[in-house]
C-alpha cells in the first residue's frame, strides 16, 4: 500500500510565502512523476507543477513557485514565494509510483493541504 502524506500548508498574507512538502511511503518500486494541484472552493482542481526529470508549471504560478524533489527521501516539495489571494485552495500531492518491477505505474494523490492566503 502507497501513501502520500503531505505537510506545510497554512495561513499567511499576500506577498509572503510556504514550503509544502510530501512524502510517499509504502510499497514503493520506483516513482516516476511527482507533482502538485490544488482546488479551489467551487473550481476543478487544476495543474500547479511537476517534476520528473524536468520540471513543467502552471503559467499562473511561474516564476513564483518552484518545485523539487529528493529521490532518497521519496519526497516532493513545493515552494511558494509572492502567493497571491488568488493561490487560496487545497493544494494535492500526485505520484506516479510503481510498485512492483511488473506491476505498471499507477497514479496515487494525497489527502490535501489547506493554503489560505489573506489579502
Known amino acids: 500500500q502507497v501513501q502520500l502524506v503531505e505537510s506545510g500548508g497554512g495561513l499567511v498574507q499576500a506577498g509572503g510565502s510556504l514550503r509544502l512538502s510530501c512524502e510517499a511511503s509504502?510499497?514503493?518500486?520506483?516513482?516516476?512523476?511527482m507533482g502538485w494541484y490544488r482546488q479551489a472552493p467551487g473550481k476543478q482542481r487544476e495543474f500547479v507543477a511537476d517534476?520528473?526529470?524536468?520540471?513543467n508549471y502552471a503559467d499562473s504560478v511561474k516564476g513564483r513557485f518552484t518545485i523539487s524533489r529528493d529521490n532518497a527521501k521519496n519526497t516532493v516539495y513545493l515552494q511558494m514565494n509572492s502567493l497571491k489571494p488568488e493561490d487560496t485552495a487545497v493544494y494535492y500531492c500526485?505520484?506516479?509510483?510503481?510498485?512492483?518491477?511488473?506491476?505498471?505505474?499507477?497514479?496515487?494523490w494525497g489527502q490535501g493541504t489547506q493554503v489560505t492566503v489573506s489579502s
Open positions: 517534476i520528473d526529470g524536468s520540471t
Open positions: 500526485n505520484a506516479l509510483i510503481r510498485e512492483r518491477h511488473w506491476v505498471p505505474p499507477s497514479d496515487y
Open positions: 509504502g510499497s514503493i518500486f520506483s516513482i516516476n512523476a
